[in-house]
């Protein structure tokens, strides 16, 4: 049984950091590419960030790039997504995803970004 589980989220002040994590179990996550994808309030899901099977390349949404950093470990099945100086507007649901043929979807994150 394939499982993703997010955490990490909470609640931060503008300007302020966060580090999302998602643990997988149940696929052999080397040969997955993993994703960070967002949805916030009356909005569609949106692509974060992304990052390649082994690692080593990444892409990331216009608005956020420069501030959040994608990695991953594959030892320990994990990928990560290290978030700086947030803004309101990225207040959202966070989901990790598994993709090769198939994909598999973590159960979300919420990020509030407020003061």
């Known amino acids: 049984q394939v499982q993703l589980l997010e955490s990490g989220g909470g609640f931060v002040q503008p300007g302020g950091s966060l580090r999302l994590s998602c643990a997988a179990s149940?696929?052999?996550?080397?040969?997955?590419?993993m994703c960070w994808y967002r949805q916030a309030p009356g909005k569609e899901r949106e692509l974060v960030a992304a990052?390649?099977?082994?690692?080593?390349?990444?892409n990331y949404a216009v608005s956020v790039k420069g501030r959040f950093t994608i990695s991953r470990d594959n030892g320990k099945n994990t990928v990560s997504l290290q978030m700086n100086n947030l803004k309101p507007e990225d207040t959202a649901v966070y989901y990790c995803?598994?993709?090769?043929?198939?994909?598999?979807w973590g159960q979300g994150t919420q990020v509030t970004v407020s003061s």
């Open positions: 995803k598994a993709q090769r043929v198939a994909s598999y």
């Open positions: 149940g696929i052999t996550f080397s040969l997955y590419a």
């Open positions: 990052i390649t099977s082994a690692g080593y390349n990444t």
